[in-house]
């Protein structure tokens, strides 16, 4: 893979960008940056966990679509989901049709639902790394880490499905709880 491209704005990126231009905008507004909150936080974990198997280039087209059948990722509201739910989302070809996933992304709003204001927001960021240097190439962003480990494990302990160590250092690395951006990526500048 390339390390970096260059769009037709002469900036350089991340190679994993390309050309399509929601992949740019991604990249360039969101992948990275610091995001707080538990509703935002629980919405990027359920994102990551759909897109296990999957480019994340679906996830992000099918996006809106996402957050218009489960209620904004508001943890409470997904909590309150029932069979009916599960069905009429199994039916819905603008979402990743994936029974397992969609009960996954109810059962996790049912353990964020039930934590204090702040509570999940806080344990997802504690097991933050300490800031590092930004990779130098592609070849050294790792896939897996002893924190995204960790944290895996512990939301596994608490019942959390489709939390992985590769879905959470994607979790991770677009949470911005850690910066992959490549040095020479004008993010990476940022």
């Known amino acids: 893979m390339i390390d970096l491209v260059t769009g037709s704005d002469d900036r350089a990126r991340c190679g994993w960008v390309g ?25 990027k974990a359920s994102l990551e966990g759909f897109q296990a198997g999957l480019s994340w280039i679906t996830i992000l087209r099918k996006r809106p679509r996402f957050r218009e059948v489960f209620a904004g990722f508001e943890p409470a509201a997904v909590a309150a989901f029932g069979p009916d739910d599960v069905e009429r989302l199994m039916t819905d070809a603008g979402i990743v049709r994936n029974r397992a996933k969609i009960e996954a992304v109810i059962g996790n709003a049912v353990r964020v639902a039930a934590m204090a204001p702040g509570e999940f927001d806080a344990l997802l960021w504690s097991f933050a790394p300490p ?5 130098s190439s592609l070849a050294e962003v790792p ?3 002893a924190e995204s480990t960790a944290l895996s494990t512990e939301l596994r302990r608490r019942g959390f499905r489709f939390v992985g160590p590769t879905t959470m250092y994607a979790l991770m690395q677009s949470a911005g709880m850690v910066d992959d951006h490549v040095a020479g990526c004008w993010r990476a500048a940022a």
């Open 19 to 43: 050309a399509d231009p929601e992949y740019v905008r991604y990249h360039d507004e969101e992948w990275g940056r610091p995001l707080r909150g538990d509703r935002a936080l629980f919405e």
């Open 131 to 135: 800031e590092a240097p930004h990779p």
């Open 143 to 145: 896939a897996v880490t």
